[in-house]
């Protein structure tokens, strides 16, 4: 194989692939990228972690077609570290990978595999595709999936998003169990829903292209996506998740709406005080004013007041300030709201959308019980 392409297309390709490989792998060919030169000047780069699939291709000039197998981390840091100009790819006796300069200036020798060992199938499955804005999927995979799970639950697919379909929208869901965050564009029941792995939304979000839409398919076992040269391919979760459903409500006893930059500055200055993001704050609310505090512990506290719209009795709220701060870094509406009707159960947390039409966003968590 020997091929010869620009370092900044390489480079991007590699990064991608990396991402998918994890450090630890029950494998050494998962630690490994598939590369592959073709007689129409096309290079494609492959790599999985057994459950991810990814595959991403580039023009170049390709003198001998061929394929190898090499390891994904020490690329990427040969990658990294050489000049931006055009690289030269040359395969010796299958059992190395020459990396140079035109000129030969640097040149760098890497041990390959033998590409056959690479037997992961990966053929996207496009049943059923349908397209999406590539940055309203962003933005809901934003919105939702700082809700997901750590850690597996016995009970629920919790280190998922649960995306339902009904022809050509999509609903996200994702819940930890103590918070819940809703991306709807409809509101009828379903024709079709999967959950999706938390990784593969994370590495979705970090494609970078000049594409506006991207191809979507989900069938029983597998979510393919697919955005100009650049595939996805991942395993659903077991399909058991919560009946978030029964969760929403629409009418509250209790209403506050907040100024967004406000609040964000204000819980920010008490945060100072903070020693992790698990710590608790307290939210004081009384005729047209709120204060945010801290607990006091060793080293202090903190409080600030400033003004909202709210016309209900006081009332106390004790909030983990990691589950108030997630949801207010990703909304983008001046205002918001906070909805309940006990103080001590759901509250409920929305942006306040200027204009009808857009989609409906909603953050539900639960009160800290000291």
């Known amino acids: 194989m020997k091929f010869s392409i620009e370092k900044f297309k390489i480079a991007e390709l590699i990064s991608q692939a990396d991402s998918v490989i994890e450090q630890k792998t029950i494998s ?21 972690d057994s459950n991810t699939y990814f595959k991403a291709s580039d023009n170049a000039k390709v003198i001998q077609p061929g394929k190898i197998l090499v390891n994904a981390k020490k690329l990427f840091d040969i990658i990294k570290v050489v000049p931006e100009v055009e690289l030269n790819f040359e395969t010796i006796d299958n059992k190395s990978l020459n990396i140079y300069s035109e000129d030969r200036s640097f040149e760098f020798e890497l041990k390959t595999m033998d590409p056959s060992e690479f037997t992961i199938s990966f053929d996207i499955i496009f049943e059923n595709r349908f397209e999406l804005d590539i940055d309203l999927f962003k933005n809901m995979i934003q919105k939702t999936i700082f809700s997901t799970s750590e850690e597996m639950d016995k009970q629920f697919s919790t280190i998922g998003v649960l995306i339902e379909k009904k022809e050509d929208k999509i609903n996200m869901i994702a819940t930890d169990k103590r918070r819940l965050a809703i991306y709807k564009s409809f509101d009828e029941l379903p024709d079709f829903l999967s959950i999706v792995p938390k990784k593969l939304l994370q590495l979705i979000l970090r494609v970078r292209t000049s594409e506006n839409k991207c191809q979507i398919s989900i069938t029983e076992k597998k979510f393919c996506f697919q955005i100009g040269n650049i595939q996805y391919m991942s395993n659903l979760l077991e399909p058991k998740f919560p009946n978030y459903r029964t969760l929403v409500q629409e009418n509250f006893e209790y209403e506050a709406i ?3 930059d406000l609040f964000s500055q204000n819980i920010k200055m008490v945060s100072a005080m903070f020693s992790t993001n698990d710590d608790t704050i307290i939210l004081k609310l009384s005729k047209n004013q709120m204060s945010i505090s801290t607990l006091e512990h060793e080293l202090g506290k903190s409080k600030v007041n400033f003004e909202i719209d709210y016309q209900n ?19 983008e509406t001046k205002k918001f709201k906070l909805q309940f009707n006990n103080p001590q159960k759901a509250l409920f947390f929305l942006p306040v959308e200027e204009k009808e039409g857009l989609f409906k966003y909603l953050y539900i968590t639960v009160p800290v019980k000291l």
Do not use: C, G, Q, W
């Not at 009795?313 to 909304?331: C, G, P, Q, S």
């Open 313 to 331: 009795e006081n009332i106390e709220i004790y909030l983990a300030y990691k589950n108030i701060i997630d949801f207010i870094r990703v909304i």
């Open 258 to 260: 907040i100024d967004t």
């Open 28 to 48: 050494i060919i998962f630690s490994n990228l598939l590369l592959e030169a073709f007689d129409n000047n096309k290079v494609f780069i492959s790599a999985t």
